[in-house]
DNA sequence: GTGGAATTATTCGTATACAGTTTTTCAGAT
DNA sequence: ATCTGAAAAACTGTATACGAATAATTCCAC
């Protein structure tokens, strides 16, 4: 029971506002919305065939949701807060240890081959250097794992930030120095899993959080430099 | 910043949809809404005199926020699964430490002058048996110290299972031995958070989630037996 | 050319209407 | 009295329409 009501594998929607709903937040966790997209309902309305009723549906419920921002003009994609990424970092570090931990004892040995698939998959892309790619087998890989932790209201708490999750990893993978950090520690986490070994899948992953932490402070220190070079020259 | 745009104190509403969303989650959230009400879009527009969008906005919106289930016919309050309340018992664990830790370093001389009236009132309530005035205040306390969250993100994933948290209070308030814990542990708490004590605070509020979980799994014993008992006198 | 006011175009929120579905009710047969 | 089936009622989801608000644009004075 409850496995169909959430969230992340966008089961068969009933209403046409729920597909509709999947849809977009699917486009939005593949990255495929521009950061200066306005959704609007009407266009998204006239996109599917239907009329605004459902499309609005959806769209507030994506806002209400948190994967879209409401504007006076459209919805568009959350302007992401230094401080409110820091947050969630905090967030992330009080609830993924326990989350990764459950998971581990959980797993079917199903589930465990799936990740070593995508893991095949993340090395794949990260040999071809196709940033695209790895960075989907990750989003794939992190989906897989938090799918079965067993706690609902855990899992649900998780799945709230998985855009931020992603939108700061977007940032970090541009900087090709942390793509093998980023596998090693998927493939070590994906051990860990295999050995049952709850305290250090929960170890692993807390220091996944760290290590993220890191790398987008320093994404983010480099781009504030960028930022003030280029308006040094301007002015 | 960010502070007119969280939920819990219902700031006000922009559309009507908003004013009646923020009306329904009070009654909610003060328990005026029975057990198997069922919460129509039309009955709701009729009483307040729009028409079926708003309300069933409204509706909809609480429904996705978890605070009423969607049925065949109409919205009713989720029923609550001994084993998702046993996991949101966890989930608080991993949480309000940390939120009442952040709390102690963050509420204002105001903010604790507000949370010492509310003990008061507590006591004066306990004094009195009043099981509705006591239940309350509770409410009060416990929502001024978590508004007072500065990390908005972990302060909304608190206000997420608000009303689970309630409903399990007003279980395990039937039994008038679990007041002067509560009570007791509130003041703690308070005088945690006016020594600016983080780690006090955090492990004070530990121990009462702890110690809810064990008042909630008697109360829930309890029923169980009153429940064999008389199926057993039926049968 | 530029600043500002008036106009136009979008977009949002709500109202009303209609079709499909499910539940309930009620009549009739056993 | 109870079961069965059809009709009625209730409810949901979607379509269309309209007024209000706000951003964008044009136009005019300087």
């Not at 989906?143 to 977007?170: D, E, F, H």
Request: aromatic residues 6%.
């Amino acid at each position: 029971m409850s496995a169909g009501k959430t969230s992340s594998p966008p089961s068969v929607a009933q209403s046409t506002s729920g597909q509709i709903h999947d849809l977009l937040m699917g486009r939005i966790q593949r990255g495929e919305l521009g950061q200066d997209v306005r959704l609007v309902d009407t266009a998204v309305a006239a996109e599917f065939g239907v009329s605004r009723m459902p499309a609005r549906d959806a769209l507030m419920r994506l806002a209400h949701e948190g994967y879209l921002e409401p504007t006076t003009r459209g919805f568009m994609l959350p302007r992401l807060d230094h401080q409110e990424i820091l947050e969630i970092f905090d967030l992330r570090r009080l609830l993924e240890p326990r989350a990764a931990a459950m998971a581990a004892l959980n797993l079917s040995d199903e589930e465990l081959k799936a990740l070593d698939d995508i893991q095949a998959e993340a090395h794949a892309a990260m040999a071809a250097e196709d940033i695209e790619r790895l960075h989907r087998a990750c989003e794939i890989f992190r989906n897989s794992w938090i799918a079965s932790v067993p706690n609902v209201s855990l899992r649900k708490a998780l799945q709230r930030y998985m855009t931020q999750v992603q939108a700061v990893r977007l940032m970090t993978f541009a900087d090709q120095a942390n793509h093998p950090l980023i596998v090693a520690g998927n493939t070590q986490l994906y051990q860990a899993f295999c050995r049952r070994d709850a305290v250090a899948a929960g170890d692993r992953i807390l220091r996944f959080v760290f290590e993220g932490e890191a790398a987008y402070l320093q994404a983010h220190e480099e781009i504030r430099n960028q930022t003030a070079t280029s308006s040094a020259q301007a002015g």
